[in-house]
């Protein structure tokens, strides 16, 4: 009673019309066709995504070893919690979006590091973020910012 009362509270339900299209999709060979299709898509990204760090951001991230999902973790080497915070601001003011880690643990994180999501990024977009990311990097390292 209390988990529907609470379901009740947060969303007042579910569109039915909307949840038998989706179980009729998920249901037919449509759906295996979509994730294989996404999956694809999503590979794609993430060598993209990969690729650019290398390039852009050199030896100052260590990616996490996660070949999966949507987004991936990378901490910054060298950095503390401060410059991270600094290479935020500085992104955000670029037009880069960057996420920290911190906020998903429970207790203090390990290091300094950074959520990066590609799902809903091209490949070129990928790329030309991979290239401010770097710049951003740069910038916050120096010691003039």
């Not at 990311?133 to 740069?138: I, N, R, S, Y």
Request: glycine share 8%.
């Amino acid at each position: 009673d209390d988990f529907v009362a609470a379901k009740r509270l947060a969303d007042l339900g579910c569109p039915t019309v909307e949840q038998i299209a989706l179980a009729n999709f998920m249901q037919s060979p449509g759906f295996d066709s979509h994730l294989r299709s996404a999956n694809r898509t999503l590979k794609a990204r993430r060598k993209a995504l990969l690729a650019g760090l290398r390039q852009f951001a050199g030896g100052r991230v260590e990616v996490a070893d996660s070949p999966a999902g949507m987004h991936t973790v990378v901490w910054l080497k060298d950095y503390d919690d401060d410059a991270c915070q600094r290479l935020i601001e500085v992104a955000q003011r670029r037009g880069l979006g960057l996420y920290p880690i911190k906020p998903h643990y429970l207790k203090h994180s390990p290091r300094p590091g950074l959520l990066l999501g590609y799902a809903g990024m091209s490949l070129t977009d990928i790329h030309k973020a991979m290239r401010l990311f770097g710049e951003c990097l740069e910038s916050v390292a120096s010691p003039s910012v």
